[in-house]
């Protein structure tokens, strides 16, 4: 497969699953509900939006959305020059998925934020749900829509001992961000080029530049004993 369909195969695969899920939740639960996933506690569908970051992290006020909002943008076309540039490197087809995951990921969080305010109502805890196209018109202006999350994995839910400074008999919770498969695109994406960068950036022909080297060098040592 060309190294150009499979950035553009990554990136809609990834943006049809994320936007048809992200809308599925919206239009079904209020804020706040959902269900467990296999039944499990462990692993639940959980409805809630953020105004900022990945993970349901924020920034302050109406000002950090549009910086966010802008700064998203910003990244996506950063990362479409890298990935042009890789491709005409031919460099390793994993590597050009990894940023393509990273590129959908961006996108589909840059979508809730542009579009989703004016195609939607406001989600509501314990309220009537969303609707599509309102006749009063959306919750916010353009760029200033609300990230869909829905995706919660309590794995470990346990109190701090006592004797623990600052934390002590305060509740902990592993997993506790809640995120979306945009977040989750980004994250496997940049763990991957973190965990693999050098296979990655290693090509065919340096390990075989590297072999011969080190035979030719073997070589002149036994020649050199040989003597």
């Known amino acids: 497969m060309k190294r150009t369909t499979l950035i553009f195969l990554t990136i809609i695969v990834v943006l049809i699953i994320d936007q048809w899920l992200k809308v599925h939740i919206k239009l079904t639960y209020p804020i706040g509900e959902g269900f467990k996933m296999f039944g499990q506690d462990w692993a639940r569908i959980h409805f809630v939006e953020n105004k900022g970051m990945a993970f349901g992290l924020e920034m302050g006020g109406a000002a950090g959305k549009y910086a966010l909002s802008i700064f998203r943008i910003l990244m996506v076309g950063l990362l479409g020059y890298i990935i042009k540039g890789l491709v005409e490197a031919k460099e390793s087809k994993w590597l050009i998925v990894c940023f393509s995951l990273i590129i959908a990921g961006a996108i589909g969080n840059i979508i809730d934020s542009m579009v989703y305010g004016l195609i939607f109502s406001a989600s509501s805890f314990h309220g009537p749900v969303a609707q599509f196209m309102p006749e009063a018109g959306g919750y916010a202006p353009f760029l200033q829509g609300k990230v869909v999350d829905m995706f919660h994995f309590p794995m470990v839910t346990t109190i701090w001992p006592e004797w623990v400074p600052k934390w002590g008999g305060t509740s ?11 977040d989750a695109a980004i994250s496997v994406g940049v763990i ?5 960068h050098r296979r990655f950036f290693t090509k065919p022909e340096d390990v075989k530049t590297q072999s011969g080297t080190t035979s030719t060098a073997t070589s002149n040592v036994g020649s050199s004993e040989e003597e």
């Open 192 to 196: 991957a080029i973190l965990l693999f």
């Open 172 to 182: 902990f919770e592993f997993f506790r961000p809640v995120f979306n498969v945009a």
